[in-house]
């Protein structure tokens, strides 16, 4: 580019008008217009509403007066729980179902247990359906299960072996409750027990068939046995180091052998006639398996073992087959029981206190100090499982499912420092028996007391 170009180009630029300051200048006189026109349509828009001549309906609505600004009241109990239902309804349908279900298993429990219980009977109300409780005539469990199941209609059997035992059941006075000789130790004497039994049942005997109106008689049926395996007693607690041959003998002798060989002549019986067969055991001990406990402890893992074998082979037949697995009961509840195992503990004394036990070391627990489950609650699910309404496993008796699952999910090592074991030298020595303290002799002569007072074992004691 030459030197009188670049002359030129300078002179233009110079005389260029500026053109930022004309849109500025533009800008301004159509700001004014704007507001001038803004006044004149403002102006005019209120001539016409002050003016009389314009309807109603065409005047612009007059603007309401601002509101007054609103105070938050506090909410009160019954708004703020709705609220937070509101903002937590996950939670609150979880509590509902929670409590709805516990009120609803408690309303059916209250209710079956206020349905009336009796045994069916016949036309003319003779009482057709027979139990055999197959339990040791001293345990008070036998005596209180034989009393309820007689007052609601049953005619019950208990297997006997010795003249005191049957001396013991005919004190009872109850005509429907009565002795049944059983010789376990001489397999055809218990055969031909259970044919007599079996002959009875086809054919009644008179002093059931006296008390019927016309005198009919109605065949018997077994509705349900009964089997209350005899476990040793807490008392009965050595290392077994300690223990010898000739103990262990016995024990499975009496505990295991004895109800096994009653079971085995019973059950061909028991499948004709469709019975029910039912095992009353002990859960407690054989849940923690403590030490010290080794008779016990074998004796009721090895009754669990064989009824659970039992239950499989009698799937296919009409029998069917129940465990109780008892927990801890209150025997103060019920005055002939309790009378009955004090008179027990201070007749045969500790060191034969397994007469008195024979239905499970538990049940001394409650009546010894413990608090236990009333007796009204086992009567009522045996009524139950005799009917066929129960099945399978039942756990009755303060702590015998609680103590079924600790015994199976609780780790041993916290099963022992919750039994306080002691140290392994203390285990090996023999404990010496502890003379009984003052309060335990007043236990006693309270005890004694009781069974002086207690006109049952009066006659008892005469008669034998």
């Given amino acids: 580019m030459s030197g009188h170009d670049r002359d030129l180009s300078e002179m233009l630029e110079e005389y260029m008008p500026d053109f930022s300051a004309v849109s500025h200048e533009i800008n301004k006189v159509a700001d004014y217009i704007d507001s001038v026109s803004d006044s004149i349509s403002s102006n005019l828009r209120e001539s016409i509403d002050r003016s009389s001549w314009i309807p109603a309906s065409m005047r612009k609505p007059s603007t309401p007066p601002p509101r007054a600004p609103t105070v938050a009241m506090p909410l009160g109990y019954l708004d703020c729980s709705r609220d937070w239902i509101s903002r937590h309804r996950a939670v609150t349908v979880a509590v509902a179902c929670f409590f709805g279900t516990g009120f609803f298993l408690i309303w059916r429990r209250r209710k079956a247990n206020r349905a009336k219980r009796r045994a069916r009977r016949a036309k003319n109300g003779q009482r057709t359906e027979v139990v055999v409780l197959a339990g040791s005539p001293h345990a008070p469990m036998t005596r ?36 049944l000789h059983l010789d376990v130790t001489e397999p055809a004497s218990l055969s031909s027990t259970v044919e007599k039994f079996t002959t009875l049942l086809s054919t009644p005997p008179r002093s059931l068939t ?4 016309n005198g009919s008689a109605y065949p018997l049926h077994l509705a349900s046995f009964l089997l209350l395996p005899q476990t040793p007693p807490q008392l009965f607690t050595s290392p077994i180091p300690f223990l010898s041959p000739t103990s262990w003998s016995d024990t499975f002798t009496t505990h295991l052998l004895s109800p096994f060989t009653t ?5 061909p019986l028991l499948i004709s006639q469709g019975s029910s067969l039912l095992f009353l055991t002990p859960s407690i001990t054989a849940s923690l398996n403590p030490p010290n406990h080794a008779p016990e402890n074998v004796v009721s893992n090895a009754l669990n073992t064989y009824i659970s074998t039992l239950r499989k082979e009698l799937a296919g037949q009409t029998v069917g087959v129940t465990q109780f697995k008892l927990g801890a009961f209150d025997y103060r509840s019920d005055t002939d029981a309790h009378n009955m195992q004090v008179a027990l503990r201070h007749s045969v004394g500790p060191q034969n206190s397994s007469v008195g036990a024979s239905s499970g070391g538990e049940q001394w627990i409650s009546a010894g100090g413990a608090k236990g489950s009333s007796l009204r609650e086992l009567h009522l699910e045996v009524f139950d499982a005799i009917v066929g309404k129960r099945t399978g496993t039942v756990f009755v008796g303060k702590g015998s499912r609680l103590y079924n699952i600790v015994g199976q999910w609780v780790p041993e090592g916290m099963v022992g420092w919750m039994l306080g074991l002691r140290s392994r030298k203390q285990q090996q020595q023999p404990q010496p028996q502890k003379k009984p303290k003052n309060d335990e002799r007043d236990v006693h002569a309270r005890g004694e007391r009781e069974v002086q007072s207690s006109r049952e074992w009066e006659k008892v004691d005469e008669q034998s």
Wanted: hydrophobic share 40%; aromatic share 6%.
């Fill in 263 to 267: 079971l085995q002549a019973f059950l």
């Fill in 210 to 213: 006296s008390r019927s109106p």
């Fill in 144 to 179: 209180s299960l034989s009393l309820d199941l007689e007052r609601r209609g049953f005619v019950v059997y208990i297997p006997v072996n010795s003249l005191s035992e049957e001396r013991l059941i005919q004190a009872e006075a109850k005509a429907d409750i009565r002795p």
